[in-house]
């Protein structure tokens, strides 16, 4: 059975002499593994199918649970995202939450968009930063696991104090907060409150210092770290930038 859907590569692994594994998130299914036969071959037609970030139209031969790459017409390479080293560390951040925090054959139509307006924005120039702040808040919303920056999750004060709380997995004022709890400065919660629901397309009209961008993007990781697992990627991304 055959199988056509919009995908982006995430991720991708060489197997035996000629062949790679890829990772997809596709618009219709979630996340894919398929066997590309042949694609690092020199003169492998569908070679651009298996660079990472490649988003186009995938066509699948399906067979039970296995998936097979037919062919592929390129929508968008993303390729600039390779030439800077902090895009490519946030695009890596961005496709390692999917990659590592979905389920395979979970599909999540505005999930999916919102990867690819993410990508978009990178390769735009918008700063990396703040793209990859706003995916990080989106991507927890998705997951059943929105932050609130607006009020204590049980009170619903907002003060000078505020607190990310990894026991109670929320934003809490300090009367309510337990010890597995860190410090979010009012700035980081400002900058929070402003980016989660702003479309992406907006996002260049924001200016944050990069200080104030990682001090949020290490509270946000922390919490991703507790609620999923570490993004190693954002981890070298908070390293580099
Ligand atoms: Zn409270």
Redesign the pocket.
């Known amino acids: 059975m055959d199988l056509i859907t919009k995908a982006i590569a995430l991720k991708t692994t060489d197997y035996g002499e000629s062949d790679k594994f890829i990772l997809l998130y596709s618009l219709d299914h979630g996340k894919i593994s398929v066997h590309a036969k042949g694609i690092r071959k020199a003169k492998a037609k569908l070679k651009f199918a298996g660079d990472t970030f490649c988003f186009g139209n995938y066509e699948l031969a399906q067979t039970g649970d296995r998936y097979m790459l037919k062919t592929c017409e390129q929508l968008e390479s993303f390729y600039t995202l390779r030439e800077d080293i902090v895009c490519y560390y946030s695009a890596c951040a961005i496709a390692e939450c999917i990659a590592n925090y979905t389920e395979e054959g979970q599909s999540d139509p505005v999930l999916f968009v919102e990867t690819l307006r993410a990508l978009e924005q990178l390769v735009l120039g918008t700063n990396p930063l703040t793209v990859v702040l706003r995916y990080l808040l989106g991507f927890v919303k998705s997951q059943g696991f929105a932050l609130d920056f607006k009020r204590?999750?049980?009170?619903?004060?907002l003060n000078k104090k505020m607190f990310l709380d990894f026991a109670k997995g929320g934003i809490?004022?300090?009367?309510?907060?337990t010890l597995d709890s860190i410090a979010v400065t009012p700035r980081v919660i400002s900058a929070c409150n402003l980016l989660e629901d702003m479309p992406f397309d907006k996002l260049k009209t924001v200016t944050f210092s990069n200080e104030l961008l990682k001090d949020a993007l290490g509270d946000v990781g922390q919490y991703i770290a507790h609620s999923f697992s570490q993004n190693k990627s954002l981890a070298e991304l908070l390293h580099l930038a």
């Open positions: 204590c999750a049980e009170c619903g004060e809490l004022c300090d009367s309510h907060r």
